[in-house]
């Protein structure tokens, strides 16, 4: 009998001792690096835009629209801006009438990296957005702009931002000038 008990209290022991050895000699588990998304500020290419880039295409004074989520939901023209740019940190070619009501537009293009959810397979406006600054027209530092989708296909998303004033679209006396002077675009990557 205590043969018995020595040689199971001996089986246990090695047992414990061997899965000992066996985890310490294991490697360890592997972690995996997982990409956790976050908000970034996009430098932007302007103008006339590479292939693949992400970048800014035009800023508009456009005449102040009283349904601007129909109006600057299709592609605006150029040529029914007052004033525009293909350029930031340049002076728009165009002038804006005084005394009459306007709107700020900024066009931009956006690709795959910056707003395709590729799990649904489909464009994500939520991981998209821009701040304007203009303090000559009353807009703090920082202001979110509304956003509409123009249009979209297999590789881009085309899509304007815009400021009203609150529906009331923004004005000028005569010759005052005003200066946009930020323009911020961030995407969620």
């Not at 972690?31 to 956790?36: G, P």
């Not at 509409?148 to 296909?153: D, P, V």
């Not at 923004?170 to 200066?179: L, P, V």
Request: net charge negative; with cysteine; hydrophobic share 40%.
């Amino acid at each position: 009998m205590k043969v018995f008990r020595y040689s199971l209290l001996t089986g246990i022991t090695i047992a414990i001792i061997a899965g000992i050895l066996f985890f310490a000699s294991s490697p360890p588990p592997q972690i995996q690096q997982i990409h956790m998304r976050q908000w970034h500020m996009i430098a932007v290419a302007e103008g006339n835009l590479g292939a693949g880039a992400t970048g800014f295409m035009y800023a508009m004074i456009y005449p102040h629209q009283a349904d601007p989520n129909t109006a600057y939901s299709t592609n605006l023209s150029n040529s029914s801006a007052y004033e525009y740019s293909d350029t930031l940190n340049a002076e728009m070619i165009g002038e804006t009438p005084y005394d009459t009501a306007f709107d700020i537009v900024i066009k931009v293009r956006v690709n795959k990296t910056h707003a395709w959810n590729s799990t649904g397979n489909k464009w994500m406006l939520e991981w998209i957005y821009m701040h304007i600054t203009c303090t000559d027209l009353g807009i703090p530092a920082d202001t979110n702009m509304t956003e509409i989708e123009i249009a979209n296909n297999s590789e881009y998303i085309w899509v304007h931002y815009y400021m009203n004033n609150a529906g009331n679209g923004y004005t000028i006396t005569h010759n005052e000038k005003f200066n946009i002077s930020s323009i911020k675009f961030y995407a969620y990557y």
